[in-house]
């Protein structure tokens, strides 16, 4: 079982930033795609962002593309997910999810953290 544990979430203004991190345990980290997804309440989870096992791809949904960056240490065991220039539109749980190949579905996804809630408040 690979383990994953979200933080860094929190209250925020419009416009402004956070970072998220994932840090997973129980296997070989290096060997999976990450993605985060978010969930807001009433909707549907949704796509964010995927990146693949050495992080040279990287992917994400129109609507965070410019704002948001995902990245990963393999070293440290660790994907990110720097969100900048806030949007209230942005409010949600946010989980990370790991497979073995970068995906938009939450299907293709083996492994899920429990969520953590990040709130943009205008």
């Known amino acids: 079982q690979l383990q994953l544990v979200e933080s860094g979430g929190g209250l925020v203004q419009a416009g402004g930033s956070l970072r998220l991190s994932c840090a997973a345990s129980g296997r070989t980290f290096s060997n999976y795609a990450m993605g985060w997804f978010r969930q807001a309440p009433g909707e549907e989870r949704e796509f964010v962002a995927t990146i693949s096992s050495s992080g040279t791809y990287t992917y994400y949904t129109d609507s965070v593309k410019g704002r948001f960056t995902i990245s990963r240490d393999n070293a440290k065991n660790t994907e990110y997910l720097q969100m900048n220039s806030l949007k209230p539109e942005d409010t949600a749980v946010y989980y990370c999810?790991?497979?073995?190949?970068?995906?938009?579905?939450?299907?293709?996804?083996?492994?899920w953290g429990q969520g953590t809630q990040v709130t943009v408040s205008s």
């Open positions: 999810a790991a497979s073995g190949r970068p995906g938009r579905r939450t299907y293709e996804y083996d492994y």
